[in-house]
């Protein structure tokens, strides 16, 4: 959905920039968050969805998804990262997320992630 605001959180400033680049060419507004907790801090409420890496210093993206769920936020998350296992999709499954994409992402892939977590 055009105008859906996409938080990218990631520790890496060029990963980050990219994916926000990329994600507003796609038609979405961005908000761009350095870890986890810059995140939980600025506690946005007009997040549609959250596009998280998975290992950062402070709190992985997993630990943000079970953050947000304690709050009792439902705002869809997307993992990225870089060293995909069996035993980090098997966690990621537990944790309905929308997507555990590979870094670097394909933006096939991260478009139809992002149409299905605002559906």
Known sequence: MPDSLVA????DALVRDAAAS???????????YPSADAYLDA???DTDVVLTD????GR????????????GSRVPVILMTAYLTD?????????DLVAL???PVNPDLLS???AAAVR
Not at 8 to 11: A, F, K, M, T
Not at 60 to 71: C, V
Not at 87 to 95: D, G, H, N
């Open 43 to 45: 506690s946005p409420a």
């Open 54 to 57: 998975m290992q950062m210093p």
């Open 8 to 11: 990218v959180v990631d520790d």
């Open 87 to 95: 035993e980090l999709r098997a966690r990621a499954e537990a944790l």
């Open 60 to 71: 992985s993206g997993l630990e943000l998804r079970h953050m947000l769920r304690e709050r």
């Open 101 to 103: 994409l590979d870094k």
């Open 22 to 32: 990329l994600i507003r060419s796609l038609g979405y507004r961005t908000a761009q």
């Open 112 to 114: 139809d992630a992002l």
